[in-house]
């Protein structure tokens, strides 16, 4: 019997506003631990919460580009547990009515692209940070409430997902929206987003759901993946043994390459929901609504689709270029300067991306300006560079900052066409090869291949490639 | 205390017209508290040294001819729940002994900002929830003019401090009748602003969406001098509104004629102490024959209101009491062993036994499989009460009913039954469960000489119109305090 796995995820993602949700402490991560903090977020007795207009707009912007259904009335909740890092004992949270229902995710699988429905997106304030550090040999607890109280979207979806891959596509492409309409960072690695997972296993064919388990502590798309493959075969060779699967929580263990069940006290919790009194409902104005929804920028999608139709450029390139809202500004900054839109977009979406990720770099903080990246693509149309030379000129740019014509006339960079400078090059080079010469006459062509290696790095890449080529067959050709 | 004005008006008119001078009031009252508190208990925390610097700087300001507020000099105490930044703020409870908050509660900034002096933090039923301050965990507060009697709770330090001549005016919270009926145990007037015109930001949590910040003087117009002060819209309070102009009861000189007043007839049967009925039978035949007209009208059993009322506000209070932990606060308990440990041994000892019983009752009607029939259908039925007495307002300007079935009682009376101490906030629920306004008011004494009290109540927006009338009924002449 095959199986098949039925996967919901529940994404948090730390909305990208100045403030906390319900009070005024700057939402900064990076600063001294307990320096943001106020009587409101560290639940000092009196204090009361004002909620953020800014975070409901960005759950608003995020629910109307994934074409949600986004609530002109909502409303908020308390979630009572105890944790020290919860100042308050309860969380404020929305539960009986959130701000936006419904929606779609399109993602990209082997076959072909997959729409994954949404259940609902709530705001919702995070919680501090325990650390538990030994001191003097004992093990302390110490909060940080930094954290405590900064803006949460919680993005629920129906558990359309099937397998691992897909899990992975749909956390990538909400990464890329949350990204585009710039509601969150979406950094998984500094916690701005963060994943939980239900999983279900059910024979092939079988409507019926079989019974979840949760997944924490799933803190990469790598992790969510391996959790979510290694949890499928412990609940397939469960089933396969005749055994049932428990509705439970269990850790992700990333070492150990398996997934454990949590303490049922850590995972089985009465939140005893009941409305917020402190704040009333969040009423959204529908001239409000409308007025974000046409401060929008353009989805992935379309713009992938325009830059094809407006640029020519291959479709693959254009998918390339899109993949955040910084790159593809970057790119139609650059076409839009130079002569050819898909040389402009070879260099942008390979060699310039190339260069940046070696030196860590992101395409915000390029310090290669457009217009010097199209004069480089001109260059390039013109013939005047050859791929080796282009990467040369591209690093000294990125390191000098200097325009690329200036730097292939300092450095005498401009590719060699002179015959006599060629064929002293080639002479040379054959001379130093006698049994690469050897066998090339002997019919063994493939070592041309080689020696035009051998050759551009004689030249430092200055060798024009076609008539360096040309040269050399027709020298080896010759007899001796 | 003898000669010195007994109001907040005519205090202020003496040192406005420079009869008087601050250093002389304050002097009496501090002396008063050195003579008194210590029986009374009404005051936890006494601002002597503050109270004396504040009256040099305010007579400076009057000297140079500025005049800083409306309750310029008025000594006022401030309930316990309530913050002062640096100053203990307990909620009377062992939980926050020790405990100074960092930051001033919006309505005693505004008092402040009016010229008052905060003279002490008044004594009160733990976070508030007694209606006899019995439930204090720093002893309890007694009746001024009978001080083997109760002053009423939760804020029955307030009362106790301005019926013993401690203060002239106070600020209490008002829950579930929190300042009307000790209002009503010692011949005071206290208002229960509608839900909203007073911000809560500082007000220590009890029962969220009932908490009111009240204030309590002798007389209907000392009670909106000081609701003056702090009433209004405030960004740090989402549920506070902007109530449009401040009360002026002197526009309420005239007879209030055509003014209809409805009373709960059914309300008056079983279960009233004669004198209380005696009391309010002379109350509305005094309103008659100041033109109003009384009109019978049926409300719901107050029974019911009692039900819901403890449903809900336990359930609010079981998790705004939830932060008190010892984990950022207040003591902790020591040579625990893990974090679960650390909760259970700080709030056991920390919270009193009501405190206890009320987490628990309020834990109990949100759990999984009893939510339902209890938070619920408890919230439905606010809904249902909140109708009928919009309905009932369809027909009379306000409702005129007691404020509690009895005079104070004797300490100890009602310790050993909480259902029966529960009882005493029957006809001052409505108030916090509707959102309406409401004034208690003193309608004068029993033949033992306690006092005796009635309210009015509604409608919204209606703080003008209510200590309008009361202010018509006491002709600013407030009861006489007792001897002592
Ligand atoms: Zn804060």
């Keep these: 019997m095959t199986y098949e796995a039925v996967i919901g995820l529940e994404v948090h993602a730390q909305l990208k506003t100045a403030t906390k949700m319900f009070c005024a402490c700057p939402a900064a991560f990076e600063a001294p631990p307990n320096s943001c903090v106020c009587p409101v977020c560290l639940g000092h007795p009196g204090a009361l919460p004002v909620a953020n207009r800014r975070a409901a707009e960005l759950a608003v912007r995020l629910g109307l580009a994934v074409g949600a259904t986004v609530r002109a009335h909502s409303s908020w909740a308390r979630k009572s547990y105890f944790y020290p890092d919860l100042p308050k004992g309860y969380q404020i949270t929305q539960y009986a009515e959130p701000i936006v229902t419904g929606g779609a995710l399109e993602i990209e699988t082997t076959e072909g692209s997959r729409s994954i429905r949404l259940v609902r997106m709530h705001l919702e304030e995070d919680a501090g940070r325990s650390q538990h550090p030994e001191r003097s040999g004992e093990r302390t607890t110490r909060v940080d409430f930094n954290r405590c109280g900064t803006p949460l979207l919680e993005i629920v979806s129906v558990p359309d997902l099937r397998t691992p891959g897909e899990a992975r596509a749909y956390l990538v492409r909400l990464k890329q929206i949350l990204q585009y309409c710039a509601v969150s960072d979406a950094d998984m690695e500094k916690g701005g987003l963060r994943c939980d997972v239900n999983i279900s296993v059910r024979p092939a064919g079988e409507e019926r759901l079989g019974t979840p388990a949760e997944l924490k502590n799933l803190n990469s798309f790598r992790h969510v993946e391996r959790a979510l493959a290694a949890e499928i075969t412990r609940q397939v060779a469960r089933l396969r043994r005749g055994e049932t699967v428990s509705r439970e929580t269990r850790r992700w263990d990333p070492a150990g390459g398996r997934t454990h069940a949590m303490r049922d006290k850590e995972a089985e919790h009465d939140y005893r929901y009941f409305p917020e009194p402190d704040l009333p409902p969040l009423i959204l104005d529908p001239d409000w609504i409308a007025a974000i929804e046409r401060s929008l920028p353009e989805m992935p999608d379309r713009r992938r689709a325009r830059l094809v139709t407006q640029y020519g450029i291959r479709p693959y390139d254009a998918r390339l270029l899109t993949a955040t809202r910084e790159l593809a500004d970057y790119f139609e900054a650059v076409a839009a300067r130079a002569p050819d839109a898909q040389i402009a977009a070879n260099l942008v979406g390979s060699e310039l991306l190339g260069l940046l990720h070696e030196h860590k770099l992101e395409v915000t903080a390029c310090p290669i300006r457009p217009q010097a990246l199209a004069d480089l693509a001109g260059l390039r149309a013109k013939g005047t560079l050859s791929s080796k030379l282009i990467k040369q000129v591209l690093a000294e740019m990125l390191a000098s900052g200097e325009a690329p014509e200036a730097i292939i006339r300092s450095r005498g960079w401009v590719q060699v066409e002179d015959d006599t400078q060629l064929r002293a090059w080639v002479i040379a080079l054959l001379e130093t090869h006698p049994q690469e010469v050897a066998d090339y006459r002997k019919g063994k062509t493939a070592v041309l291949e080689f020696l035009m290696g051998q050759l551009m790095k004689r030249s430092q890449g200055r060798a024009h490639p076609e008539i360096a080529r040309a040269l050399l067959e027709e020298l080896l050709g010759a007899k001796p | ?484």
């Excluded at chain 2, 009031?25 to 109270?51: C, M, S, T």
């Excluded at chain 2, 703020?89 to 100074?100: E, M, N, P, V």
């Excluded at chain 2, 004068?444 to 005796?452: F, I, S």
Aim: aromatic share 8%; net charge positive; charged share 20%.
């Design chain 2, 1 to 484: 205390m003898r000669g010195a004005p007994g109001t907040v008006s005519a205090l202020t008119a003496a040192l406005r017209n420079g009869a008087l001078r601050l250093p002389e009031v304050i002097e009496p009252y501090l002396d008063r508290i050195r003579k008194r508190n210590d029986e009374l208990g009404a005051l936890l925390h006494v601002f002597d040294e503050g109270a004396r610097s504040r009256a040099r700087e305010l007579q400076r300001r009057l000297d140079a001819g500025d005049w800083p507020g409306p309750l310029t000099g008025v000594p006022v105490a401030v309930k316990d729940n309530i913050s002062l930044a640096g100053h203990p703020t307990t909620a009377g409870s062992r939980i926050l002994k020790g405990f100074r908050p960092v930051y001033t509660a919006t309505a005693v900034e505004r008092l402040e900002a009016s010229g008052a002096i905060v003279i002490g933090k008044a004594n009160l039923d733990e976070f508030a929830m007694g209606s006899s301050n019995e439930y204090s965990a720093y002893g309890a507060a007694r009746n001024p003019y009978d001080t083997g009697r109760v002053p009423g709770g939760s804020s029955g330090g307030c009362a106790a401090a301005i019926a013993g001549g401690l203060a002239l005016g106070a600020l209490g919270s008002d829950t579930g009748g929190s300042v009307r009926q000790p209002a009503a145990f010692c011949g005071l007037v206290a208002l229960k602003p509608q839900y909203g015109s007073v911000s809560r930001y500082g007000l220590i949590a009890f029962g969220s969406s009932l908490d009111q910040i009240a204030p309590m003087a002798r007389t209907a117009r000392d009670c909106a001098a000081l609701y003056n002060a702090i009433r209004g819209v405030d960004p740090h309070d989402a549920t506070s509104r902007e109530d449009g102009a401040p009360v002026d009861v002197e526009a309420w000189s005239q007879p209030p004629r055509d003014v209809r007043l409805g009373v709960p007839r059914s309300w008056l049967a079983a279960g009233l102490d004669a004198d209380v009925r005696a009391g309010f039978d002379r109350c509305c035949a005094r309103f008659a024959k100041l033109g109003a007209r009384l009109v019978d009208v049926a409300l719901p059993d107050p029974s019911w209101a009692v039900a819901t009322y403890h449903i809900l506000a336990n359930a609010e209070a079981s998790t705004n009491l939830a932060r008190y932990d010892g984990v950022r606060y207040g003591p902790r308990a020591a040579g625990v062993a893990s974090v679960d440990v650390l909760y259970a041994a700080t709030r056991g000892a920390g919270f009193g036994p009501e405190v206890k019983r009320r987490i628990l009752l309020g834990t109990y009607v949100l759990s999984a499989g009893y939510r339902a029939a209890y938070y619920a259908r408890a919230a439905r039925a606010r809904l249902a009460l909140r109708a009928a007495y919009a309905e009932v307002l369809q027909c009379v300007d306000a409702l005129l009913m007691p404020t509690t079935p009895t005079p104070a009682f004797r300490l100890g009376e009602k310790l050993g039954d909480p259902l029966a101490m529960y009882l005493c906030d029957v006809f001052t629920i409505g108030a916090n469960l509707t959102g309406w306004p409401a004034v208690a008011f003193p309608v004068g004494r029993n033949p033992a000489g306690l006092p005796l009290g009635a309210q009015l109540c509604g409608p919204l927006g209606g703080e003008d119109l209510l200590l309008g009338l009361v202010h018509r009924f006491d002709g600013g002449e407030p009861l006489p305090l007792p001897e002592g």
